[in-house]
């Protein structure tokens, strides 16, 4: 049976290649994909609710993990599921990809298509090229960064949020063609469905209790702790039952796990007070219903800065995680805009300071927003969707 798959797989491939070369492409055709399919989400997401408005004359097609197309049919948005032979044809018609994070290598691009790499983070730990040494399962530091920037050599435009992470995306993945530094078009919603009426909203779509306080917290993956292959382990390391009796009157935790992590954590004893929405589609929603952020070296802290709002950082890993596995771009401990904790109990008084006044000034937020955040504005898709498409135009004329 393996050797029939593999053999499946090499002519598929061979197919994709052909295809590559046969096909006319389709001038109006722009295919998204975020998160390997998985999601209808983030950057590609944001991009396609600006492009449909405002650039009609486009055809738009999501590409879609076969165990994740509940949500595209539900919002009634065109899509293929990855790896047929319709995606095949698609996929090399296009005349845009935009996706958010690396496909798979082998899949060579075709002439005539240009590829948009949005990316999904300003970077804290270190990424490809820059990263000592890797971890993660079925490959070795050596081959991850080679077939890193093999894939990276094949975008055309990365979008960048900042000034910071345009200097570490040239040099980490090698990236030398077209930089739009532009903010992150996922932001964009912070800034226009953040009002209470929205909030509102939000919270009775998600049927969560509208008279507590929501505490998002959204953990990344570790790179050695995992299943196999692209699935990742992951364990709540606060003593749950601890941060409900403290916690339950006021606040309920909503929980937001990478979409890296395969754990599916049993939770039900405390229903009614945690919430897993860790397949939700869109982490946006649930920032802007979310009154504080708990989270640790994820990238979404630099999305949430947006909001103005409390940020805890639970760190129980933080030796190894810088140390070993990743370590950091800068002084993550000295600049972090909240307190770094470690143990339940350092949790729950982070979480009863947010009630400061000054909680903000005390970690110098305003300052971080200045580094990380002066380009968003809630116009990030327009600068990168106008660029890109008048990019495209040009090579038609």
Same mark, same amino acid.
């Given at each position: 049976m393996k050797k029939i798959k593999n053999l499946a797989l090499k002519l598929y491939k061979i197919a994709f290649w052909i295809c590559g070369k046969s096909f006319n492409k389709d001038n109006s055709l722009i295919i998204f994909e975020s998160f390997l399919g998985k999601q209808y989400s983030d950057n590609p997401r944001a991009l396609y609710e600006y492009m449909s408005i405002h650039y009609p004359e486009y055809r738009f097609m999501w590409s879609v993990d076969k165990r994740y197309t509940d949500v595209f049919e539900r919002y009634d948005i065109p899509h293929i599921k990855r790896f047929s032979l319709s995606w095949m044809i698609y996929m090399n018609k296009a005349v845009l990809w935009i996706s958010n994070s690396r496909l798979p290598l082998w899949i060579p691009k075709p002439k005539g298509t240009t590829y948009l790499q949005t990316w999904h983070g300003t970077p804290l730990k270190k990424l490809a090229v820059d990263m000592d040494e890797v971890h993660m399962p079925g490959t070795d530091t050596e081959r991850y960064k080679r077939n890193f920037t093999r894939e990276s050599a094949k975008w055309d435009f &990365? *979008? +960048?949020p900042n000034e910071y992470s345009t200097e570490i995306f040239k040099r980490a993945f090698k990236f030398e063609n077209h930089m739009l530094e532009t903010g992150y078009p996922r932001n964009d919603f912070l800034f226009t469905n953040s009002d209470d009426e929205a909030i509102q909203n939000l919270k009775k779509d998600l049927n969560l209790p509208e008279d507590k306080k929501v505490i998002l917290y959204a953990p990344t993956w570790r790179d050695d702790s995992y299943h196999g292959k692209g699935r990742y382990k992951f364990n709540l390391e606060f003593d749950l039952k601890e941060m409900y %009796?403290? &916690? +339950?009157? %006021? !606040? =309920? =935790?909503i929980l937001r796990m990478h979409y890296l992590v395969s754990e599916n954590l049993d939770i +039900? %004893? !405390?229903e009614g007070f945690i919430y897993d929405y860790s397949k939700y589609e869109e982490i946006r929603d649930l920032y802007v219903i979310s009154d504080m952020l708990i989270t640790d070296y994820s990238s979404v802290f630099f999305d949430y800065a947006n909001l103005k709002r409390p940020m805890i950082f639970y760190v129980y890993d933080i030796d190894n995680y810088r140390d070993k596995l990743r370590g950091f771009y800068f002084d993550f401990e000295k600049k972090a805009p909240g307190p770094l904790v470690t143990t339940t109990n350092e949790l729950l008084t982070a979480i009863e300071n947010t009630k400061n006044e000054d909680? /903000?000034? *005390? !970690? /110098?937020?305003?300052e971080f927003r200045s580094r990380f955040g002066a380009l968003e504005d809630g116009k990030a898709s327009q600068r990168v969707a106008d660029e890109v498409i008048c990019y495209l135009r040009s090579k038609i004329v």
């Open positions: &990365l *979008v +960048s %009796e403290a &916690l +339950s009157d %006021e !606040y =309920i =935790i +039900s %004893e !405390y909680f /903000n000034e *005390v !970690y /110098n937020t305003a």
